[in-house]
């Protein structure tokens, strides 16, 4: 008989000649594994619907905000909706982006050179496609126009309104170019030129204090932009650093959810005023059920609230010191229904404004 045995290493198991690291192997295979929880549709289904909803608003919100109120319908309302919400959710996405890029440079250790890839420019030449339509509806008398002829370039010219599509256009065409620079951040410059643009048309010289109008339209879209377009491009670096840099994100997510704070309560009291001013105080109420304008006001206003909420149970999440990544379920609801809201604020330039009384 030979007297030769299995060979073991020093780590193995002298029993059966096994090394020890092949036993634990196949008993972890042997082993019955822990039932992995499926993650649920709900949350899924509820962006979905969410966003199915925002794109339905142009289209079926000016008929559904105008039913029974006696208003005229002013004609291409939702043409100009559309275009405008195009215009807001491009200043969103690029403005968030310059935002949250500069809040990510505070976070020790952030990969920045793994950043996802920015949508700045495709959102810069997208608001400046709507912008051109704008101007179209402006160069053809604030009406849709139906064939080339219908335009008349000298009213861009000639009418204060015409001037600031211009600029809207030029501005997008300027941020279009500083996104694909090196310097991206660069873009906030002529995305500031689009937002004044706006509070000014938003607010013509023959209403009462113009100015005051416009200042507090400046302050609540600017932070309503970093707020929205801020948040989407927080949940993109979620997702693109989840396993490289989980605490590098939720780092940014932190920065984020502090700013956002600040951005909510400004957005809030502009909103008040803002309201006050279309709507006198004994007459809110009212306006409220009986107007388009005040419609779509309520509307925005119960999604505000939502959103809200899920912020509040993202922030809550994101404090606990277990699964912090959780705070992206949330965040992905809130970002989908202040998506809605873009589209609701689009549709409160296109219908008629409130009689003051």
Known sequence: MSSIRPSVEP?????????????????????????????????AVAVLVLVAVAALIPLLGPSVALRGTGEARAPGTGGVTLLRAVVFGALCVQLGEVFVARLARRVPGAPLDRAPRGWGAYAAWAGCAAALGLAAVVANGNVVPQQLADLDIGRLHDSRDGWLALVEVNAFLAAAVCARSRRPSAAALPLAAVIVA????????????????SGLTLVHLTCGALWAGGLLYVLRILRRWRITAPEESVAVLGLYARGAAVLFAAITVTGVFST??????????????????GRTLLAKLLLVAVVAVLALLARRRLRGTAGRLGAYAPARGEVAALGVVVVLSAL??????PIRW
Do not use: W
Not at 277 to 285: F, Y
């Open 11 to 43: 780590a193995g198991d002298a029993t059966n000649g096994i090394p020890r690291t092949t036993a634990a192997a196949s008993a972890a295979s042997i082993a019955p594994s822990a039932p992995r929880r499926r993650p649920s549709a709900g949350p």
């Open 198 to 213: 706006e509070a000014l048309r938003a607010h013509p010289p023959t209403e009462d204090f113009p100015l005051a109008g």
């Open 276 to 293: 006050l001013r279309r709507m006198p105080p004994g007459t809110v109420m009212e306006q409220l059920t009986e107007t388009a304008y």
């Open 348 to 353: 409160l330039t296109a219908v008629p404004v």
